[in-house]
């Protein structure tokens, strides 16, 4: 026979799961297949960030050239699925990416295949590393997680 407290831990967990799974399906579009290609992020259906994941040594080079020819104002996101500071930064990252619309947000995972030339490029040597371009110019750098300190860059910068 079941105690009275077992009876009552088991409706709360079975309680907070049906939560759980009708908050998630009214906030996210889960049938958007553009999600597939955003790994660590959720994005909710009227995310108007700009944020691009780059997969390709040439989709870097691009990149960085818009950046350095000043026509776009950017954030470099040196990312890893293995780091657990990128994942809990990610979050942030993808709130000041709504925030800024204006300033294109590219997520570089260091061990996607063909990007190893890019961490170079930049002399990335960690992860989260975060470097914003303004004008053409490399105008800050953040490596690690420093919440503060990006939203204030990222206020600074292209507010």
């Not at 818009?66 to 930064?89: E, H, M, N, Q």
């Amino acid at each position: 026979m079941k105690s009275q407290w077992s009876n009552f831990h088991q409706i709360g967990r079975n309680s907070f799961l049906a939560a759980s799974t009708v908050y998630v399906s009214n906030e996210f579009n889960f049938l958007n297949t553009s999600l597939l290609n955003r790994r660590s992020f959720c994005f909710a259906e009227g995310d108007r960030s700009s944020f691009v994941v780059l997969k390709s040594e040439a989709e870097f080079n691009s990149a960085l050239s818009k950046a350095r020819d000043g026509s776009l104002p950017s954030v470099f996101y040196f990312t890893a699925a293995w780091c657990g500071p990128c994942r809990l930064i990610s979050p942030v990252i993808l709130e000041l990416s709504n925030k800024y619309p204006d300033v294109t947000t590219y997520k570089v995972d260091i061990d996607e295949g063909g990007l190893s030339n890019a961490i170079g490029k930049l002399n990335v040597s960690a992860v989260p590393t975060l470097q914003f371009f303004k004008g053409g110019v490399k105008k800050a750098e953040i490596v690690g997680v420093d919440v503060v300190r990006l939203k204030s860059v990222m206020e600074q910068l292209y507010k």
